[in-house]
């Protein structure tokens, strides 16, 4: 790993994946990307993994993506700022931001998310993937982009975690769904007070720890592939597609893409 910002270890059986980048409310770079997908592949090769916990330290889950973080890398040579392209930006968002999440989704182990506080946006496409997701009672979660005249983020998972009127109504207003609410249409498993979060999802790790690896890895493969069948894969790959429209709006309306509003927006969402 090139950065500080994961942490991971592994005991009795269990990879824990901690992000740690507590002082940007765990924003998503894409070094730091890069990282957590290094950590994820490295827990799915080790043979002595049965689960994976990704869990982050501090007080937010994810704030997202972090915009100064997944721009076009250097600078022009006449010392201008980078340009921006709608191939460079579907290149960098169909890797770190849709590739990376159904890996991490595929991989023939058990996850679990523990989520506390904020998980907005890019936060979604860390959770999301994750087989289970163990909320704190202070966590939120939202996908606010449709106020930067986006669909919804690159992973697009929407209507499969929440339902269709239910995705409807979170992507149309761009508020937070609480914990609890998140745990009545099914997208979390279970909701825990927040200095309870981390032994919960221990406890929970461990049980499902004991379990023979090829049936969890069965089980797994089971469930995925009847909603691929169902077809989530399809879905999602075709809604990437529609993302990149906005940004090619964007980009031929202004010159910018429309991520370069996301801190705003943010700063906005959080008073």
């Known amino acids: 790993m090139i950065t500080s910002f994961i942490e991971y270890e592994v005991s009795e059986r269990i990879a824990?994946?901690?992000?740690?980048?507590?002082?940007?409310?765990?924003?998503?770079?894409?070094?730091l990307l890069d990282d957590l997908d290094e950590a994820w592949r490295r827990a799915a090769d080790d043979?002595?993994?049965?689960?994976?916990?990704?869990r982050a330290n501090g007080k937010h889950f994810s704030a997202g993506h972090d915009i100064?973080?997944?721009?076009?890398?250097?600078?022009?040579?006449?010392?201008?700022?980078?340009?921006?392209t709608l191939a460079g930006i579907y290149e960098i968002e169909a890797k770190r931001f849709l590739e990376y999440s159904l890996r991490w989704r595929n991989i023939p182990k058990p996850s679990i998310a523990a989520v506390q506080g904020v998980c907005i946006s890019g936060g979604l496409l860390l959770?999301?993937?994750?087989?289970?997701?163990?909320?704190?009672?202070?966590?939120?979660?939202?996908?606010?982009?449709?106020?930067?005249?986006i669909g919804g983020v690159e992973y697009h998972g929407h209507t499969w975690e929440m339902g269709p009127r239910k995705a409807k109504e979170i992507l149309f207003t761009g508020r937070h769904m609480t914990a609890g609410e998140a745990e009545k249409v099914g997208m979390v498993?279970?909701?825990?007070?927040?200095?309870?979060?981390?032994?919960?999802?221990?406890?929970?790790?461990?049980?499902?720890?004991?379990?023979?690896?090829?049936?969890?890895r069965q089980a797994k493969r089971a469930v995925n592939q009847t909603l691929d069948i169902q077809g989530f894969y399809a879905a999602i790959q075709s809604v990437f597609e529609t993302h990149q429209t906005g940004h090619g709006h964007a980009l031929s309306e202004s010159g910018l893409p429309i991520l370069t509003l996301l801190d705003g927006m943010k700063t906005a969402i959080n008073k």
């Open 47 to 54: 043979p002595e993994v049965r689960v994976i916990i990704l």
């Open 189 to 216: 498993n279970r909701v825990v007070p927040l200095d309870e979060l981390r032994p919960a999802v221990r406890e929970l790790a461990a049980q499902i720890a004991q379990m023979h690896p090829f049936a969890l």
């Open 68 to 84: 100064k973080g997944v721009g076009p890398e250097g600078a022009a040579s006449n010392g201008e700022a980078p340009k921006w």
């Open 16 to 31: 824990t994946i901690t992000l740690n980048r507590p002082e940007a409310a765990n924003a998503q770079t894409l070094p």
């Open 127 to 149: 959770a999301w993937p994750c087989d289970l997701i163990i909320a704190a009672d202070n966590a939120k979660f939202s996908d606010p982009v449709v106020m930067m005249g």
